[in-house]
């Protein structure tokens, strides 16, 4: 398993974290300062894949608290359908998420940017100093940040993990309310929890029979969390795992009928004690109804499958619940035979920066 860059991938995250953190709190105070400045009304959290992934996140994390409405916007519907998100008077502060920063949709959005809102602020997070996202400036005199993770999170490998995790982080840094002290402390915790359901992921990999097919749900963040989680073993099994993700109360209605034999359905259980007994109830069903081996629960509660020793929001948590699939992903995927670092190795159908779509100039309508 050491051999593949994914797994020192995942296994990097407390570390990278850790860090990472002590470079970005010089500078929380002052991006904070310029998003509050950048004349938006509005924030758009916008990226590819995963990366759009994020948005859902952020938003149900940090709404709450935000002074300015928030947005999720995948790169892939904005590029596709700008029409449908152009509204007089509304003045976006642009969010964009790449791992690479070089994705066709990536650019696609810059182009949209500098064509239909060329007074929208810009933030720009990515993993890649030398990439699009990180270098190309606006064509109109619009403002813009640049964020640069870690060179260690810039993945090698197809599946993005530790990059995931850590632009999480920074957005929850820049956009949350906490002072740089406690986004400190919070990274301390999660970063020694971590390693915690690091380790207790392996241990589980070595129990599990590999499954069939899986299942994601969870409540608020942990929703979207659940989204990546299906991602991931979806992509690492070249497809080979069918997964399926939903909120926990949702599953309800038509998607558990993917459960049959051999499914596993892995339930993230909230911090959040209204959100958690939703959760906890809809495991106790499936297990009433398909056997107690079908269920998974993982969170911060004693008689959780896998216990997270952490208390913090749902939001800083995520970055946690997803290691588990992660790792797992990663087990399954050497056990089916293939490459971990590339399961679609030889196919020629996926690649780790998705290219060949065609971009056509948004004013041809």
Known sequence: MSNWATTR??????????????????????????????????IWFCGAGSSSYLGDILCRALHVTSV??????????????PET?????????????????????????????????????????????????????PASKASQRVVVLPEACHDSGFAMTSSFTTMILTAMAVFGQETPEEFTANIHEVSEAATGVLA????????????QRAVF?????????????????????????????????????????????????????????HSRRYDEDLAEE??????????????????ADVHIPCKLSDGWMSVLHVLIAQWLGVVWSNQLGLNVDNPFEGQG???????????YDVKEG
């Open 9 to 42: 991938e995942i296994k990097a995250q407390p570390q990278i974290w850790t860090s990472w953190a002590q470079e970005l709190r010089a500078s929380i105070d002052d991006l904070r300062e310029w998003v509050a400045n950048s004349g938006a009304t509005e």
């Open 68 to 81: 300015l409405p928030m947005r999720a916007i995948p790169s892939t519907d904005l590029v596709s359908a």
């Open 85 to 137: 998100f152009k509204r007089t008077g509304v003045i976006p502060l642009v969010v964009s998420f790449g791992r690479s920063g070089n994705s066709t949709e990536t650019i696609g959005t810059l182009d949209l940017l500098d064509a239909l809102f060329p007074a929208a602020p810009r933030l720009n997070i990515t993993c890649n100093k030398d990439s699009t996202l990180a270098t190309r400036q």
């Open 200 to 211: 207790e992921a392996e241990q589980l990999a070595d129990k599990l029979d590999r499954p």
């Open 217 to 273: 749900v969870g409540s608020g963040p942990l929703t979207f969390v659940a989204r990546e989680s299906a991602l991931k073993v979806l992509e690492l099994s070249a497809g080979k795992i069918p997964s399926i993700w939903d909120s926990s109360l949702g599953f309800r209605h038509g998607p558990k009928s993917f459960v049959e034999d051999q499914t596993m359905v892995f339930v993230f259980l909230s911090n959040t004690l």
């Open 286 to 303: 499936v297990k009433a109804q398909f056997g107690e081996r079908t269920v998974l629960t993982i969170g911060n509660t004693e008689d």
């Open 349 to 359: 159908t996926l690649t780790r920066v998705v290219s060949g779509v065609k971009l």
